[in-house]
Structure formats: C-alpha cells, structure tokens
C-alpha cells in the first residue's frame, strides 16, 4: 500500500513568524493558496487520495476576542499561547485561517480524507489531559457543523502524548514516528549507520494495535533541506521495498514546505507518477489513513 498524509497548519507551527519558515511564509503570504492548489491538482492529476491532518484554527474562516482574550474556553498550554491570534478573518490574516483550502479539499475529485492536528498545534507529549481534551472537542465540534467527521490522527511535532484521549474521541489511527528519522533513542554507534541505510531505502511499515487504535509509523518524509533531488530515488527504493515485503509506504508531507521549495513539487510528481505505474499494475494500493483503519478494523490485520 502507499499512503500520503500532509501536515496542514499554515502558519500554526511557526505562527509567531518567530522562525525562518514563519518568516518566509508570512513574507510570500499571497502565494501560499496558489502553490497549495498546484500540490492538490498534481495529486488529482495521478489520482492519488490523502490524508490531510488539518489544525482546527484552520477549520475557520475568521475569529473574534471576548473581553480582549482570544478563545477565553480554551485551556492554555502555555501562558501566552493564543498571544499571536491576530483574531481576525482570513482575507486579513489568510495563514491564520484556511476554511477555503479546507473546501479546496473536499471538493477534490480524488477521496481526500480530512484528518486533525490538534486545534492550535500544542505538543500532546508535553500537554496535560485538559489541554488535550479541550484541543480535541474543539476540532471535532467544528469538523461535525462542517458535517465531517474526523478519525485519523497526526501529533503536532509529531510527538505523542495522551493518546488515551485520542481513544476515547473514538478516533482510529494516528501516524507514529518516522522510521527514516534520526534514532535519537538508538546509541551513536547504531545511529549512523541506521541513519544512512534508513535514507537510501525508507523502510516500509505496518500498522501496530495500540489497545484501541492504530498506530501508523511514517516511512519518510518527502523533504531534505540540502538533498531534494535525491527524494524520488529514496522513495521509489522504499516502494519497490514495500511491494516487495508486502507492507506499507506511508510518506508524509508539509505542504507549506511547496511554497518555501518550488522545485519540490516536480520531485513530488516524480514520486507520484511511479506510485500510479505501480498501482496501474495492480502492485500496491493507495489508500488514506482513515481507510486503511476501516479496512483494519475489518479484517483485524494489516
Ligand atoms: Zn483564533
Ligand atoms: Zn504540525
């Protein structure tokens, strides 16, 4: 199987511009819709369906202040959490907000499957059970007056944390970590040559019951600060791998990272015309997150 899932945040992970991307973002804001579409019409074009975790505040189309505090019943993570909510509306403050390229998505010809982010991008590893409560109603109470429903899950950071709150919001699959990272739990012996081998093959995957839900470890992430045009190779190894051993690919993406990296995108269509050769030949299936868990909940294996 092949599954993409996008991290969708705009500007919620760097949303004080405190940072290179955030200050980038900011800084070419009027074409950030524009090379998002051009990322959604490449995936139309092979017909390939992903999973689009979306954080919350993007769900909206604007936001106000109650007596001058942004979202006053949302417990914060950290004391100035919401400081950086301009608490405006998206033609003002259009990385902020995303309503219109959350339509974007569900209008797509191809199956797109909403998943969620958390409500403001608060690390669920370092929150506290409220926090994470408040984080998860928020969405799903947004996602269910749009009329979604959401099940599938990714960790902002991706670091895990309170997944037991993810249980009880009946959600099904969450991404777990990526297995081409950096091993920083290995020792720095295994971490090199791990780190290498992981690179050049990213290892395909399979879904693990974690009492109640799945969790989905990632095989790569489409994005190399230095070595882009090595991307299409390293995942063509990790699918041809994953034929092979009859498992899952399963890359993950920044879509932000497309505005910040135009020559991304031709790399990515390069993967992606693979990905539908092989799927032409009847050699792997692409699903979402979300099916894949439907079909596991089915069956009761991967
Ligand atoms: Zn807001
Ligand atoms: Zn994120």
Known sequence: MFILSADFELLWAHRC???KKGRFLTAHQNRVREDIYAL???????EIPSTWAVVGHLFLDHCDKHDGVPHPHMPRFEERWYSCDPCTDIRRHPLFYGRDIVQRIIASPVENELGYHSFSHVRFSECDRVVAQAEINEGLKIASECGLTLKSFVFPQNRIGNVQVLKEHHFEIYRGPNRAGKHINKTILRRAPLYFF???IPPP????WREGIWELPSSMKFYSASFLSALPFRAKNG???AIKENKIFHVFIHPEDFVANPALLDKFDQTLQFVAKKRDQSQI????????AESLNQTGQC
């Open 17 to 19: 511009q405190d940072d």
């Open 40 to 46: 959604l019409s490449v995936l139309e074009q092979y």
């Open 198 to 200: 992981t690179h050049l």
């Open 205 to 208: 995957v399979e879904a693990i």
């Open 239 to 241: 699918i041809a791998k």
């Open 285 to 292: 299936e692409v699903v979402t997150m979300g099916r894949l």
